[in-house]
T-cell receptor
Framework: EPEVTQTPSHQVTQMGQEVILRCVPI?????FYWYRQILGQKVEFLVS????????KSEIFDDQFSVERPDGSNFTLKIRSTKLEDSAMYFC???????????????FGDGTRLSIL | RKEVEQDPGPFNVPEGATVAFNCTYS??????FFWYRQDCRKEPKLLMS???SGNEDGRFTAQLNRASQYISLLIRDSKLSDSATYLC???????????FGAGTRLAVHP
């Protein structure tokens, strides 16, 4: 079964440094998402991406965050100047076709654990 | 009011028990509903979609009551491997961002 893959599985970074989290969505999917989960808390939506642009973002997704699909396969999340509170699990997800309001489920990668020191 | 609200548990049940989880959501315009399962420090995995007429997948039964904005999950004949956190998840419309509940922990013991 095709799956979403994320790298690295664990990233340790000094506060203030830039970090890039990478995702390879399922190949024929068109809608891409980033979520985060702070330890012990619920999963929170960060951003959705469709047709090479951000379609929706949350309040968490401030100017320090950016997303990119640099080629036909990768989908990246960049945090420009990391803060201690950015420490969390970051999950990438993708969804297939079916249009904007489709009820197709999203499929999640196994996440990147980001630790900011 | 939280967008998606669940009883955090934990629910501690013996193998073979039947257990039910409930969930309420605040946005009456929500369009799609799911139950995901999350094992400790792992990614959410889709357990099942929830349809208006109710639906069943093996030992799992999901129900939706749009009027009450209420979703349920019933697990019959619990197995040790069912131990996990069960996440009630709602599509909020737009480009379908998912809104997660905080999850209900289930521990099945021998």
């Amino acid at each position: 079964e095709p799956e979403v893959t994320q790298t690295p599985s664990h990233q340790v970074t000094q506060m203030g440094q830039e970090v890039i989290l990478r995702c390879v969505p399922i190949s024929n999917h068109l809608y891409f998402y980033w979520y985060r989960q702070i330890l012990g808390q619920k999963v929170e939506f960060l951003v959705s991406f469709y047709n090479n642009e951000i379609s929706e973002k949350s309040e968490i997704f401030d100017d320090q965050f950016s997303v990119e699909r640099p080629d036909g396969s990768n989908f990246t999340l960049k945090i420009r100047s990391t803060k201690l509170e950015d420490s969390a699990m970051y999950f990438c997800a993708s969804r297939g076709t079916g249009g904007r309001h489709s009820n197709q489920p999203q499929h999640f990668g196994d996440g990147t654990r980001l630790s900011i020191l | 009011r939280k967008e998606v609200e669940q009883d955090p548990g934990p629910f501690n049940v013996p193998e073979g028990a039947t257990v039910a989880f409930n969930c309420t959501y605040s946005n009456s315009a929500s369009q799609s509903f799911f139950w995901y399962r999350q094992d400790c420090r792992k990614e959410p995995k889709l357990l099942m979609s929830v349809y208006s007429s109710g639906n069943e997948d093996g030992r799992f039964t999901a129900q939706l009551n749009r009027a009450s904005q209420y979703i349920s999950l019933l697990i019959r004949d619990s197995k040790l491997s069912d131990s996990a956190t069960y996440l009630c998840v709602v599509h909020s419309g737009g480009y379908n961002k998912l809104i997660f509940g905080a999850g209900t922990r289930l521990a099945v013991h021998p």
